[in-house]
T-cell receptor, first 115, second 110 residues
């Protein structure tokens, strides 16, 4: 089991462009979470998805950010019209279930730099 | 407000010395507490959780509800313990939502 996969590992975008971050969960996991880490800060929860459903997006900025987890393929975190403040490391995690006791396994992260 | 505070950005000790990584939390209710570790060039991984009451790699952490703390301890540090350590909590209702502290870098010198 290769673990949670994220790509790209590094992404550079100019202000105003779109960023697409991909996450493939561990085999057998149907719960996906996205976290954002700004410099010198801890990871902050953004969104929780199951296949084809957004369960909790309370940590997502209201504008420009969206996430999906289609029936087939990876989960996508999409940031439209990126700004410098979007520069951060974005981590994806997956789990077998969502209740307490189910461990979240993290991917290596995507480091987004907005120039 | 729900918050996890790790007051030290960097903790440097010599090999064989005791280690204590501090973690304080603010949460209305009964949270679950975790310690995550990220070794150099590796992924973030779960080290231990308070409900398990385990000792992992010689590390232990006791939940002190009175002081709202969950400090991570090891009696004798090893060089391979050098890593970034994050304390985190989750609530009972939304147990999937992890709230992380800003992390402490532990450096164990030979």
């Amino acid at each position: 089991n290769a673990g949670v996969m994220q790509n790209p590992r590094h992404l550079v975008r100019r202000r105003g462009q779109e960023a697409r971050l991909r996450c493939s969960p561990m085999k057998g996991h149907s719960h996906v979470y996205w976290y954002r880490q700004l410099p010198e800060e801890g990871l902050k929860f953004m969104v929780y998805l199951q296949k084809e459903n957004i369960i909790d997006e309370s940590g997502m900025p209201k504008e420009r950010f969206s996430a999906e987890f289609p029936k087939e393929g990876p989960s996508i975190l999409r940031i439209q019209q990126v700004v410098r403040g979007d520069s951060a490391a974005y981590f994806c995690a997956s789990s077998f279930g969502s209740r307490a006791g189910y461990e979240q396994y993290f991917g290596p992260g995507t480091r987004l730099t907005v120039t | 407000a729900q918050r996890v505070t790790q007051p030290e950005k960097l903790l440097s000790v010599f090999k064989g010395a005791p280690v204590e990584l501090k973690c304080n939390y603010s949460y209305s209710g009964s949270p679950e507490l975790f310690w995550y570790v990220q070794y150099s060039r590796q992924r973030l991984q779960l080290l231990l959780r308070h409900i398990s009451r385990e000792s992992i790699k010689g590390f232990t952490a006791d939940l002190n509800k009175g002081e709202t703390s969950f400090h991570l301890k090891k009696p004798f540090a090893q060089e391979e313990d050098s890593a970034m350590y994050y304390c985190a909590l989750s609530g009972r209702l939304s147990s999937y939502k992890l709230i992380f502290g800003s992390g402490t870098r532990l450096l164990v010198r030979p």
